[in-house]
T-cell receptor, first 111, second 114 residues
Framework: KQEVTQIPAALSVPEGENLVLNCSFT??????LQWFRQDPGKGLTSLLL?????REQTSGRLNASLDKSSGRSTLYIAASQPGDSATYLC??????????FGTGTRLKVLA | GAGVSQTPSNKVTEKGKYVELRCDPI?????LYWYRQSLGQGPEFLIY????????DSGLPNDRFFAVRPEGSVSTLKIQRTERGDSAVYLC????????????FGPGTRLTVL
């Protein structure tokens, strides 16, 4: 059974720091992995999608990597800003349609 | 509208009652997902529709939960004989089709069962 874990559960950093969020999954047979952002009381916004054949994806200050063999992904956020404060979730596509989410990392960037 | 909408935004009901939660996907999106998110957890997959049919309902927790999408657009999640453990935020997401992985999420319906 696929399980997705995110570490740390919460993180507080000063503005301007570079930071790394971690996601691990137990079954390497995935179609893709996505990183989402969730603001309080809101739905999820897709940030980056990495297909199983890819190693990384970049969008602006965000870079996500995928190592299927070790069951890991990292989300790197450069030069963090207070507006980056949110919960970050990773999800693996474990079947044709089914996504399994981690429990998220709550990020707070202090001004 | 431009995005996925869900109604109601909040629903409070009593144990044992029946509830319906509605999702309006982005126009033209044929793929639709329902998820349930409990406090402090990530979303949990419930069901996936491609068009009018439920292609994967393996996440529905039991037979009290049912979902329909009769015309391939709006979807309704129906919960019978609600229990306190059903309290959660129910999220809906849509994507263009079954081959497109980017999902667009609605704001969710917060269900509270007293």
């Amino acid at each position: 059974k696929q399980e997705v874990t995110q570490i740390p559960a919460a993180l507080s950093v000063p503005e301007g720091e570079n930071l790394v969020l971690n996601c691990s999954f137990t079954d390497s047979a995935i179609y893709n992995l996505q990183w989402f952002r969730q603001d309080p009381g809101k739905g999820l916004t897709s940030l980056l999608l990495i297909q199983s054949s890819q190693r990384e994806q970049t969008s602006g200050r965000l870079n996500a990597s995928l190592d299927k063999s070790s069951g890991r992904s990292t989300l790197y956020i450069a030069a963090s800003q207070p507006g980056d404060s949110a919960t970050y979730l990773c999800a693996v596509k474990a079947g044709t349609y089914k996504y399994i989410f981690g429990t998220g990392t709550r990020l707070k960037v202090l001004a | 509208g431009a995005g996925v909408s869900q109604t109601p935004s909040n629903k409070v009901t009593e144990k044992g009652k029946y509830v319906e939660l509605r999702c309006d996907p982005i126009s033209g999106h044929t793929a639709l997902y329902w998820y349930r998110q409990s406090l402090g957890q990530g979303p949990e997959f419930l069901i996936y529709f491609q068009g009018t049919g439920a292609a994967d309902d393996s996440g529905l927790p039991n037979d009290r939960f049912f979902a329909v999408r009769p015309e391939g657009s709006v979807s309704t999640l129906k919960i019978q004989r609600t229990e306190r453990g059903d309290s959660a935020v129910y999220l809906c997401a849509s994507s263009l089709d079954s081959s497109t992985d980017t999902q667009y999420f609605g704001p969710g319906t917060r269900l509270t069962v007293l």
